[in-house]
């Protein structure tokens, strides 16, 4: 099978098509055929070998044979079934996440069906479905479960534009909230349609100056920091980061003399997201942004548009012509 891999960290370039054998159905796994998959920043910052403390897990001087071809969101149909599975059948239309085992920017990808794998939603293209996984089960494991945004409340979204911050904002919205974002103004009226009825220009303005009080400040994007969202945060208030590992310190700190708190974690067992993502794609209420498409061969290319921190919503790979 044709798949895009790195054997050393370093700039796009890296990235090389190669020729790899089918992997092997074990017992309990499916082997999914790829239709569409997506590049996201975590994957770029990977491939750089960033953070630098990431490469204990990652490998110190390159990656590790099991992270050389990368793609974490995925979706297609199941071309095979190992002993023992239950929950899929032969040509089911399936979207997941493969977590610490990446591998989807490949023709074919086996994976354990426990693992955060769902059926696709009808009506939902190929695309569509990779671009709803990670960044929709992130924004609700941060908006759901640790901040339980609940109606009359107000959230901030920093990085609303982006794929984490698209359905952020929309969550957030469906959850009851009030809902201000921060991007740039070239992307505010998006975020507008989306469900902000304030959106702060961060080229133009600071939004810790506002005067605004949030009960949920949501960094996306890893630009901001506890000390400086303070003034913005609500007595109770959380401010949640996707990444940030001086956070986490933070977080420890705020839990013992109270007040506003840093909650932060790793959202890797998607399986209720995925199924709250089911329900609103279904129900008409989801909307998908997808920014750009690029066939698996351009692979490299992607990873230097999303490089730049200027993509809006999703990167989509296509690998066949049914991904849509």
């Given at each position: 099978m044709r798949a895009v891999m790195f054997r050393e960290y370093g700039p796009p370039s890296v990235l090389t098509a190669?020729?790899?054998?089918?992997?092997?159905?074990?017992?309990?796994?499916?082997?999914?055929?790829?239709?569409?998959?997506?590049?996201?920043?975590?994957?770029c910052g990977m491939r750089r070998g960033e953070p630098r403390w990431g490469r204990v897990i990652l490998g110190l001087r390159r990656p590790r044979k099991g992270i050389r071809v990368l793609g974490l969101e995925f979706a297609g149909e199941v071309a095979a079934t190992?002993?023992?599975?239950?929950?899929?059948?032969?040509?089911?239309?399936?979207?997941?996440?493969?977590?610490?085992?990446?591998?989807?920017?490949?023709?074919?990808?086996?994976?354990?069906?426990?693992?955060?794998?769902?059926?696709?939603?009808?009506?939902?293209?190929?695309?569509?479905?990779?671009?709803s996984v990670d960044g929709f089960t992130t924004a609700y494991y941060f908006l759901h479960d640790?901040?339980?945004?609940?109606?009359?409340?107000?959230?901030?979204?920093?990085?609303?534009s982006g794929s984490i911050g698209t359905y952020a904002v929309q969550l957030a919205r469906h959850f009851g909230a009030e809902v201000h974002g921060v991007c740039s103004g070239r992307n505010a009226a998006l975020v507008t349609s989306l469900g902000a009825s304030r959106v702060h220009d961060y080229t133009v303005?600071?939004?810790?100056?506002?005067?605004?009080?949030?009960?949920?400040?949501?960094?996306?994007?890893?630009?901001?920091?506890?000390?400086a969202c303070r003034p913005v945060l609500a007595r109770n208030g959380s401010y949640l980061p996707t990444t940030g590992l001086v956070n986490n310190v933070l977080a420890v700190r705020t839990a013992v003399t109270g007040g506003p708190r840093v909650r932060t974690g790793m959202?890797?067992?998607k399986h209720a997201a995925l199924a709250k993502l089911?329900?609103?794609?279904?129900?008409?209420?989801?909307?998908?942004?997808?920014?750009?498409?690029?066939p698996l061969a351009d692979l490299a290319e992607a990873h230097r548009y999303v490089d730049t921190g200027r993509k809006v919503g999703n990167v989509v790979i296509t690998l066949t012509e049914q991904a849509g």
């Open positions: 190669v020729d790899v054998p089918v992997p092997e159905t074990r017992p309990g796994q499916v082997l999914v055929r790829v239709h569409a998959t997506t590049v996201t920043s975590a994957e190992g002993a023992g599975v239950r929950r899929f059948s032969l040509g089911d239309r399936v979207f997941g996440f493969t977590g610490f085992g990446v591998g989807a920017n490949a023709e074919y990808k086996a994976i354990a069906e426990r693992a955060s794998v769902a059926p696709m939603p009808a009506g939902l293209s190929y695309a569509e479905g990779a671009a640790l901040a339980n945004v609940r109606p009359g409340q107000k959230v901030l979204v920093i990085g609303a303005e600071d939004f810790t100056t506002s005067g605004e009080s949030y009960d949920a400040v949501f960094d996306t994007v890893g630009r901001s920091s506890f000390e959202s890797v067992r089911c329900e609103l794609v279904e129900a008409g209420e989801l909307r998908i942004v997808i920014d750009r498409r690029y």
